[in-house]
């Protein structure tokens, strides 16, 4: 198939578009910490992006997206992006692996939430490499390239499992590493500055109609029905966790945009598999299990701080159970449960608790190896600081 100008330059765009939720993410968690430590947390996705970027293009694509090696990770056909040029099927193969690229790079900045404002920026590069390579890589051989997960049924439209799942436990793990806090359940941790957590949000909302409908990887009907019910979900999302809020307090303006969030997690893996009214029972309850997930999380005392465990996590094995249910042939050539097909859903079910183990246990030996050797968090005198003044010399009011 010769390359098709419209399919590359829609994809072009979506990888720009996909490119801006790394700093946006940046700038969801930065509202959500303290102001001494709002620029760390920018920095850090700025910094994933980076680490990301040049993994990517050396090592992490092959493996990726390489020849299959027993199902679990791909060979080294691509190393350094050898014979990765401007021909391909459709798009250049350069444009999808730079697609693809910006994938990996957001998904490492939303594990930076389980160790929000007390973790070695020296640290968090090495573990960036190591995460990206050892856990992302293989979850995405897993289900994109030609892995065991692809072989086995596993329906993954844009990321549920590769994505979300893998950094939501992460984000669990290495909070489990890293430890609370210091004060953590003494005194108060509120958010600094709610605006900036919502200009994030709204950034990211934009920025997951390119990482959905960018996934059918041509401007077509596929495309049309991932955004469409991309959007959906958003707002079932935002709606069922304010209102869930608003029945033990007030509707909190975090609470919504955190719905949001959660319901675009949900929709992920089955933008391209469901019609788009089932985005709105996807995104209800996601806005329920998510915020349910972040009640747990703190009654259990547990400072994962800015709960990408109940979010994405949660939200994702939700999300890629409900692709199991609510899959329709008309849409993706796949029926889930509702039209007949309840393999399907064993199948989802199956691939979820793969990912959930492989990301968690993987995760937690890398940052324990990590912290047993050069230490993952800053001195106490650090933390007190600010990460901002101790790990950047810089500060909001400079």
Request: glycine share 14%.
């Amino acid at each position: 198939m010769p390359i098709d100008t419209g399919d590359t330059a829609f994809i072009i765009i979506c990888t720009a578009m996909v490119m801006l939720m790394a700093p946006a993410v940046g700038l969801f968690y930065g509202g959500m910490v303290r102001s001494k430590n709002l620029i760390s947390m920018i920095t850090l996705a700025f910094v994933a992006f980076a680490i990301v970027t040049i993994q990517w293009v050396t090592v992490g694509y092959s493996l990726a997206f390489g020849s299959d090696i027993a199902g679990l990770i791909g060979g080294l056909d691509y190393l350094f992006l050898e014979g990765i040029g401007t021909g391909g099927d459709g798009i250049p193969d350069l444009l999808f692996m730079v697609f693809q690229l910006v994938f990996a790079g957001v998904t490492l900045t939303i594990v930076t939430s389980g160790v929000a404002e007390r973790i070695k920026l020296s640290s968090f590069i090495v573990f960036g490499v190591l995460w990206t390579t050892l856990i992302y890589d293989p979850l995405a051989h897993w289900a994109w390239g030609g892995g065991w997960a692809a072989s086995f049924g596993a329906l993954d439209f844009a990321g549920g499992t590769v994505v979300h799942i893998s950094s939501g436990f992460a984000a669990l793990a290495l909070a489990l590493v890293i430890g609370n806090r210091t004060g953590f359940g003494k005194y108060s941790l509120e958010p600094s500055n709610i605006p900036t957590t919502l200009l994030g949000g709204a950034l990211l909302w934009f920025g997951w109609f390119a990482f959905n409908a960018g996934s059918a990887l041509a401007a077509d009907g596929v495309a049309v029905n991932a955004l469409v019910a991309t959007n959906i979900a958003a707002a079932s999302g935002a709606l069922s966790w304010m209102v869930a809020s608003w029945v033990f307090g007030k509707p909190s303006s975090l609470g919504l945009i955190s719905g949001a969030i959660a319901g675009l997690v949900a929709i992920t893996p089955a933008c391209g598999f469901v019609e788009p009214i089932a985005a709105i029972p996807i995104g209800l309850f996601a806005g329920l299990v998510c915020y349910g997930g972040l009640i747990l999380r703190m009654r259990m005392n547990l400072d994962e701080s800015l709960d990408a465990w109940a979010v994405h996590g949660l939200g994702g094995a939700w999300g890629a159970v409900a692709t199991g249910i609510f899959a329709s042939a008309t849409i993706g050539g796949v029926n889930g449960l509702l039209y007949g097909n309840p393999a399907q859903l064993l199948i989802q079910m199956a691939d979820v608790v793969a990912v959930i183990l492989y990301a968690f246990v993987a995760t937690f030996a890398i940052a324990k190896i990590i912290d047993m050797t050069i230490g993952l968090r800053v001195s106490e005198e650090e933390e007190y600081v600010g990460l901002d003044i101790a790990q950047h010399g810089e500060s909001t009011s400079m």
